[in-house]
């Protein structure tokens, strides 16, 4: 049996902030490039406990990296990270979010 993804696109496209929902299920996933991150910040859906994900470039290596982490306020813990020069501004969409 199959599943249904119903995906949200705020800004009318596939660049910007999306949000996914699964039918039947109680979770969600959120996507945003580092330059929108101001507005998902003021989403209801990231002022909570999540698990998010950042993507980025190591900046010795060039190796694709990913970091996964947990907050209790996701928005406030994202927002250090997108201070943070630990992962590449130029490459890394922030955040990909599982909520």
């Not at 596939?14 to 299920?25: L, S």
């Not at 945003?32 to 994900?53: D, N």
């Not at 590449?88 to 955040?95: H, I, K």
Request: glycine residues 8%; contains cysteine.
């Amino acid at each position: 049996m199959g599943k249904s993804i119903r995906i949200y696109l705020p800004n009318e496209t596939v660049v910007g902030i999306r949000h996914a929902e699964i039918a039947n299920w109680t979770g969600q996933a959120l996507a945003c490039p580092r330059s929108l991150f101001g507005e998902l910040r003021e989403w209801p859906e990231v002022q909570r406990p999540g698990v998010y994900i950042l993507f980025g470039v190591h900046d010795e290596t060039g190796a694709e990296i990913a970091y996964i982490g947990e907050a209790e306020v996701l928005a406030d813990r994202l927002q250090s990270h997108h201070k943070s020069a630990n992962i590449d501004r130029r490459r890394s969409p922030l955040p990909s979010v599982s909520l």
